[in-house]
């Protein structure tokens, strides 16, 4: 049995790191304190789901954003991984990505215990300009801290 990664027809190399690099974007940005830039990473109809309330339209998503940014006290990482990228069309993906969440509130250390372990079931979809965007992220919690 080859242990060589195959690249799924359909879905070139280039398309595949885009859409990783979208992936890892936003969980940056929400890491980092730019939370409010998380809207330009949908589309203009994206939806996100699982984070609290349904957030769906950009303006939407992009207020949560601004809300997000604006917790100074909160720290957190997002761990990703076991990312799996199936194409729909030339212009059109699914995907899968496990999560490791660990967050803090207020100052000092946080713990190293993650605080969740979920999933994002995502929907991407390419725009005329070739970048890739999130039509929907719906997240799914599937351990929680005890």
Known sequence: MSSAVRIVAGLSPQDRLAIEQLIQ??????????ADKVGELFAEEGALYGIGPDEVGRKAIAEWGRQRAAMAERRSRHLQSNILIEPLAADAARGWVALTLYRHDGPGEGSATPLLI???ADRYVKGPDGTW?????RLTVLF???
Do not use: N, P, S, T
């Open 25 to 34: 974007r936003h969980a940056w940005l929400i890491d980092h304190g730019e």
């Open 133 to 137: 965007l999130f039509a929907e992220r």
């Open 144 to 146: 929680g801290a005890a």
């Open 118 to 120: 979920a999933e994002y």
